[in-house]
């Protein structure tokens, strides 16, 4: 895949371009509560049509985690394919972790969930796990770069099979991770630079200024210049009910807010993004999250 700059558009290599190419399986989900487990988890996401989904690791408000169950989580295994749950997932970790505060026991306090977290998804290895990289709080934006950098060096390790992934943000109060060039310097001061990638929210990088719904393709090549597309893992799809730049982060569900359903259309069907898991945080019921994934995967494979 290429830039084409006379064109202003991706184009795909012969490469992958096949006589007879099958339509793409697109890989979508919701964020599903965690409650009753993994398996009640792949059953639900089964339900919603999805093939993927996402999940908070612990309390996402809290720092608690509920004990993990084996036998749960070797039933949602044994059960997976024949639910459609093809993944990969995208756990969340929760609100509360700031690998950048300005308390030194804050700081330990996220080291310690996230390491515990990334012992506990190992039990479902190959797959992603998202987290909010912080609030600088103060510090100012370099230094907490640093911290969260720190930290990442910290907690990962050579044999892990999940990949860590910071999420683009909306730039409210002091957030770290506002722009690609932020995340870029924690990135490029991870040694193990091979477990981590980013996952982009929609909302929030409308939010915070990039301008998805009169120039995908240019905000996708400032993405790939910065920190490049073989970084991006996965995307989180929300409408906003803030206009470009409000620096708010507030979501609206898909079509009803600032960004607008032909913007999504042109996501899901973007070849940069094709194969990557979309992930719904949109304000929505069960039956809502169905309709979503339904218009989506239906917008998606026209035209395939």
Request: aromatic share 6%; hydrophobic share 40%.
């Amino acid at each position: 895949m290429r830039w084409n700059t006379d064109r202003r558009c991706f184009v795909l290599s012969k490469k992958y371009v096949l006589k007879g190419m099958k339509p793409f399986m697109m890989k979508i989900g919701s964020h599903i509560s965690a409650a009753k487990g993994y398996a009640a988890m792949g059953r639900q996401a089964r339900k919603l049509g999805a093939n993927t989904f996402a999940f908070f690791t612990r309390n996402p408000r809290g720092g608690t985690a509920k004990a993990l169950d084996e036998a749960d989580v070797a039933a949602f295994l044994a059960e997976a394919v024949q639910n459609g749950v093809t993944g990969p997932l995208v756990a969340h970790a929760p609100y509360t972790m700031n690998a950048c505060a300005a308390d030194a026991h804050l700081r330990e306090f996220a080291r310690d969930m996230m390491r515990d977290d990334l012992a506990r998804l190992e039990r479902v290895p190959g797959n992603y796990y998202n987290f909010h990289p912080g609030s600088h709080v103060g510090q100012g934006a370099a230094a907490g770069v640093a911290l969260i950098t720190a930290q990442l060096n910290d907690v990962l390790t050579e044999g892990q099979r999940t990949t860590v992934l910071l999420e683009t943000m909306a730039g409210k109060g002091s957030e770290v991770g506002r722009s690609f060039e932020e995340l870029h310097a924690i990135l490029d001061g991870v040694s193990l630079s091979g477990k981590v990638g980013v996952c982009l929210d929609t909302c929030h990088v409308w939010d915070a200024g990039y301008d998805i719904v009169n120039d995908l393709d240019g905000v996708l090549t400032q993405f790939d210049k910065v920190i490049g597309l073989d970084r991006l893992k996965a995307l989180h799809l929300n409408d906003s009910m803030n206009p470009l730049g409000a620096h708010k982060d507030r979501h609206a569900q898909i079509g009803a807010g600032h960004i607008g359903l032909e913007t999504f259309r042109r996501v899901v069907k973007h070849p940069a993004l094709r194969g990557l898991p979309f992930i719904l945080e949109t304000p929505n019921d069960d039956a809502g999250w169905a309709r979503e994934i339904a218009l989506l995967r239906e917008m998606a494979e026209q035209g395939a």
